[in-house]
């Protein structure tokens, strides 16, 4: 299915970088279930990465480039 292999939130590693995205667009409305506000971002392009840990950040910000 579409959530196979999602650990139970013990099992799951927290406070960092799990994946990238490429943000394509910024809309006022969609069908998605996962929209929600005023604005969405509109994604492409998911990459899994190994968990890197990270402090929280508001906004946009630049990290060191993680391999696969």
């Known amino acids: 299915g579409r ?14 970088i799990v994946g990238s995205v490429e943000i394509v667009d910024c809309v006022k409305e969609s069908d998605s279930p996962w929209f929600m506000g005023e604005y969405g971002f509109v994604l492409r392009n998911p990459k899994p990465l190994p968990f890197t840990p990270w402090k929280g950040q508001l ?10």
Do not use: A, L
């Open 3 to 16: 959530y196979r292999n999602i650990p139970s939130i013990k099992g799951m590693d927290r406070g960092g």
């Open 59 to 68: 906004g946009f910000f630049n990290v060191p480039e993680i391999k696969p």
